[in-house]
Nanobody
């Protein structure tokens, strides 16, 4: 089965850190662009970290820049989202997505509608 599975979410205090994982099965992530997204109740889905082989330069919106980092481990067919200095407003369900078409990285966090695969999401709650 072709799928993405997120893991690593949980409850953390403000200022804490989490590392989310996105593991692919049935296809090779190395040949795909990857986007991490989040969605909180009542809010629009927001891209928080995206990368493609087109330019190899991760894109981060201002809301997470300097706090979140995306990385790949091709041997494990997994991508990660390291989240540091977490804030209550980071609370959301976090999703990963993969696209076979390789465009500049920022495109995938800017309303791109052509993702081929989506994970089921993992809950991140930042609260004291």
């Amino acid at each position: 089965q072709l799928q993405l599975v997120e893991s690593g979410g949980g409850l953390v205090q403000p200022g804490g850190s989490l590392r989310l994982s996105c593991a692919a099965s049935g296809f090779t992530l190395d040949y795909h662009a990857i986007g991490w997204f989040r969605q909180a109740p009542g809010k629009e889905r927001e891209g928080v970290s995206c990368i493609s082989s087109s330019d190899g330069r991760p894109y981060y919106p201002d809301s997470v820049k300097g706090r979140f980092t995306i990385s790949r481990d091709n041997a494990k067919n997994t991508v990660y989202l390291q989240m540091n200095s977490l804030k209550p407003e980071d609370t959301a369900v976090y999703y990963c997505a993969a696209a076979r078409i390789q465009l500049p990285s920022y495109v995938y966090c800017s309303g791109y509608a052509g993702y081929d695969y989506w994970g089921q999401g993992t809950q991140v709650t930042v609260s004291s």
